[in-house]
Structures are given as structure tokens and as C-alpha cells.
């Protein structure tokens, strides 16, 4: 089962990314006419028409699977978002999120949705099992020392903007340095869209 998620991204890269995916559309488009065609549909009927429309569909699942056609906005993000959890460590086998815990990328430090100037449109992709599991158990199980250390700050410190201006400086520099630590979905999905539109053709 797909997990849907939605993340304030700028508007151009939106764009970027859209203007990636259009084509991949067109093209499989042409491929399904002229695959059909080939088929010969027309002259087909019953079990016969049955089956190759199930071979069809099965060689274009094949084609979107292997990242030939990059036909949605998760197709086109996927190689790189694999790539982008990879190097952070994050793609491999995580415990489940414990029930009734915080949502990963909703975290206690990071700057939420709203924190990156200019992030005025919203990408909404469905991620597959095998994406959405590890970024969203990784980003939790990597974020919980930090929420951690960031909740003992704020009882000893205090948490509204006035207990956090009274407090030492040294203090102040290590809840920085804890809020700094902590990842949020939406920066590993930004990394993959910014890798996505700013790849070069063919890799």
C-alpha cells in the first residue's frame, strides 16, 4: 500500500518537475497506440483480446518499473529518492514507529512545513512500501536521540522564546546543535526533487 505525503516545495522546482514527467506521458502514450496496434486489438476478440491487453499492461508496468517511463511525479522522483535515503543511511531494515508516537518530519526542532522561504506550492507524491518504510521509520528512529536531548533542554530550560533567551549561551549552543541534527521528510524530499530536475539527461 502506497503512503501518501505532501511537502512544501518552490514553485519552480514543481514546474521543473512537471515539465520531466509530461513527456515520459506522451511517450508511453505512443507506445500503448502503437503496441496495440501491433497486436492488432482491432481484429481481436474474447480470451484472445483478453489476454494481450494483459500482455500490453504487463510490458508498460515493466517500462514504469525500470524508470522508462517516468510517468507520474513519484516514478521521476523514486531513482533519486532511493539514492538520496541510501547515502543518508536510511535504506535498510528499521523497527516500526512505536503507536502513538510523534510522525516523522513533524518533529519537535525541525522547521516544518512552512520554514523554507519561497516553498509556496506543494508536491504530493504516494511512495511505495519500499520508499515511503524507511524514510518515514528511518527519519524517526535517526531523529529520536536529538527529540530526545531537545525535550531535556526544554525541562530544565524552559520551552516558550523567553526561558530560551534567558538561558546561558552554552546552553543555547547545544540546543542548536541538537535542533540541527534533526531530519524531516520533507528536506529528503527536497534533496530528491533538487538531484531529480537537476540531473543530466540520460543518468
Known amino acids: 500500500m502506497g503512503h501518501t ?36 486489438l482491432l481484429d481481436l476478440r474474447g480470451p484472445a483480446l483478453r489476454a494481450a491487453r494483459a500482455r500490453i499492461r504487463g510490458e508498460r508496468d515493466r517500462l514504469r518499473e525500470s524508470g522508462t517511463h517516468q510517468v507520474t511525479r513519484c516514478r521521476a522522483l523514486a531513482p533519486a529518492l532511493r539514492a538520496e535515503l ?28 512552512y520554514g523554507g522561504a519561497g516553498y509556496a506550492a506543494r508536491l504530493c507524491v504516494t511512495l511505495p512500501g519500499a520508499l515511503a518504510v524507511p524514510l518515514l521509520r528511518g527519519v524517526y528512529w535517526t531523529n529520536l536521540p536529538h527529540l530526545q536531548a531537545l525535550e531535556a533542554w526544554g525541562d ?18 547545544e540546543r542548536a546543535q541538537a535542533a540541527a541534527q534533526v531530519i524531516t521528510t520533507g528536506q529528503i524530499l527536497r534533496a530528491a526533487l533538487h538531484h531529480t530536475i537537476n540531473r543530466t539527461p540520460g543518468t
Open 5 to 40: 505525503m505532501v511537502i512544501a516545495v518552490p514553485p519552480a522546482d514543481l514546474d521543473r518537475l512537471d515539465a520531466l514527467v509530461d513527456p515520459h506521458k506522451t511517450a508511453e502514450t505512443r507506445w500503448q497506440a502503437a503496441a496495440e496496434q501491433q497486436a492488432g
Open 86 to 113: 541510501d547515502a543518508r543511511g536510511l535504506l535498510r531494515e528499521w523497527e516500526p514507529i512505536p503507536d502513538g508516537a510523534q510522525q516523522a518530519g513533524q518533529n519537535l526542532g525541525g522547521t516544518g512545513p
Open 156 to 173: 530544565q530550560w524552559g520551552t516558550d522564546s523567553v526561558s530560551r533567551r534567558a538561558a546561558p549561551n552554552e546552553a543555547l549552543a
